[in-house]
């Protein structure tokens, strides 16, 4: 993995810092006063760190900040007017950038940029001659746009301010959550920080309240981020509606989830990490882009090597699988092939016994007195007779005698396959109404049994519940009668209407 350095600029040179998982360190140092410097780091990075890529932060004097809100139109035309309003804030193509913050229904639109980039590129050309990657370019001023809602500091009015060293302090002013001002003042040196403080806020504040930026009777806040360079000063008294907090760079760091540091300056180039690229074009970054466009093309291909790998030894296991299948089916085959062969028959059937055996099969298929017709003729008739339902049916073959009922079924005789056999049948039916008068239950039965007899049936021992004379009197239901009283019908398919069937 590429290593990752970040060139810190300001008003006195160029410093490089080294990167990684704790927080920056300070690697050399480049005088701006040096007309060979750029030359010089670049030269640096080609020997020392040859696949580096370089972040650049911009801690510079000349940076503009304008706040306007844009008119009430539509998303592409609104694009255009911010557009238009860069152009004429910034002619300069380079180094200038545009923000939209939406509050309130309204569109706020940041433009910040360098009057002059010239300072900036002379830096940056040597490093894009030698072919060196540039990721980010961002400055101070627009890294502290979200530290306050960050750190969770939700206040109408808000001064920043922070040292950023060589006797820099830089000042951002906030209203309502958006950043209207940056201002970086120079003193001589560090020495002087702490007795310049007051006076610089002071004069910071006295230049809001000219431009209207505060009123008499607004709040703000004064948050000082203090580090070795930068303490708690004691007279920062600027008033009743000013109140002054002092946050440590460490308390900061921790609550921003960053490696621990006392260094402001190390602090600020861990926001960059994280925060937007907001001056860097595809012109500054083109390196970075062809590295990262070769890095992608590079992981497609071991990914796609890595597929094909995975493909072959899936393909390579399911045909060794397969043909271990087809091995183990081809032993089985054998074996089966192997144990058939080995069957012989006991002994040989003579060719009359065969035919003796297929025409005692066709004489009982065609003499043995199945129930089919008898069922179909029986069924027939009572699914026209809905004053009865069937309760059992039992039937057998031919006895030449019918069973009385209650007697046990004897032994069959042999029977004669030359004389066609009939079919019994014994049916116990209970009437559909058991209320109805035993009467009209008789006079149905007896009409059940013209039907059968008309369907070519013999009727054989109808049994009703109860014998009754002709000429006895029923008047309504008989005490004997009961709701599982039951008529008693044997019928019989004569053997000459089942052997023509047969036939």
């Given at each position: ?34 007309p060979q410097a750029p030359g010089q780091l670049a030269g640096y990075l080609v020997r020392h760190a040859p696949d580096a ?116 302090l830089r000042y951002a002013w906030f209203r309502d959550g958006i950043l209207h001002l940056g201002r970086l003042v120079q ?317």
């Amino acid at each position: 993995m590429a290593a990752e350095r970040f060139l810190y600029l300001n008003s006195h040179g160029a410093s490089l810092w080294s990167a990684g998982p704790a927080a920056p360190a300070p690697e050399i140092r480049f005088a701006g006063d040096d007309p060979q410097a750029p030359g010089q780091l670049a030269g640096y990075l080609v020997r020392h760190a040859p696949d580096a890529v370089i972040r650049v932060v911009l801690d510079l004097p000349g940076e503009i900040l304008h706040v306007d809100t844009a008119p009430k139109v539509g998303l592409r035309d609104r694009q255009r007017w911010g557009l238009r309003r860069l152009a004429t804030l910034l002619p300069q193509p380079q180094l200038r950038t545009l923000r939209w913050r939406h509050q309130r229904g309204m569109h706020r639109a940041l433009l910040a940029g360098f009057a002059d980039p010239q300072a900036v590129l002379d830096w940056l050309e040597p490093l894009l001659a030698a072919s060196i990657p540039i990721a980010s370019v961002q400055s101070l001023a627009l890294l502290a746009d979200h530290l306050p809602g960050r750190l969770g500091l939700r206040l109408p009015r808000l001064l920043l301010v922070s040292h950023t060293g060589d006797g820099c302090l830089r000042y951002a002013w906030f209203r309502d959550g958006i950043l209207h001002l940056g201002r970086l003042v120079q003193l001589e040196n560090d020495d002087a920080i702490e007795a310049g403080l007051v006076r610089e806020t002071r004069v910071v504040l006295d230049y809001l309240a000219s431009i209207q930026q505060t009123g008499l009777n607004d709040r703000t806040t004064v948050l000082v981020l203090t580090a070795p360079g930068l303490q708690p000063a004691t007279g920062m008294q600027f008033g009743d509606r000013i109140d002054v907090v002092h946050a440590g760079i460490g308390e900061c760091a921790r609550r921003l989830k960053l490696p621990a540091t006392t260094d402001s300056r190390a602090f600020w180039l861990m926001l960059a990490r994280q925060g937007r690229n907001d001056y860097g074009r595809f012109a500054l970054r083109r390196y970075w882009q062809y590295r990262q466009l070769r890095q992608g093309l590079t992981m497609t291909a071991v990914i796609a090597c890595g597929m094909a790998a995975g493909i072959g030894a899936m393909s390579t296991w399911y045909i060794r699988q397969l043909d271990a299948e087809r091995q183990q089916l081809a032993e089985q085959a054998l074996q089966v092939q192997q144990t058939a062969a080995a069957i012989r028959l006991p002994a040989r059937i003579p060719a009359a016994d065969v035919r003796a055996l297929v025409e005692n099969s066709r004489a009982i298929r065609q003499h043995m007195p199945l129930p089919d017709e008898l069922m179909q003729r029986l069924l027939a008739v009572l699914a026209d007779t809905p004053a009865f339902r069937l309760v059992s049916l039992d039937w057998q073959p031919d006895h030449h005698q019918p069973l009385s009922k209650g007697q046990p079924v004897p032994a069959l005789p042999e029977l004669d396959l030359r004389q066609p056999l009939g079919n019994w049948a014994r049916l116990a039916l209970q009437p559909a109404r058991p209320a109805a008068p035993y009467r009209d239950q008789l006079a149905g039965f007896a009409s059940l049994q013209a039907r059968l007899q008309s369907a070519g049936l013999q009727v054989h021992q109808p049994s009703p519940p109860i014998n009754v004379a002709p000429t006895a009197v029923l008047d309504g239901r008989h005490p004997l009668l009961d709701a599982q009283a039951r008529f008693m019908l044997t019928v019989r398919l004569p053997p000459a209407t089942h052997a023509k069937t047969a036939r």
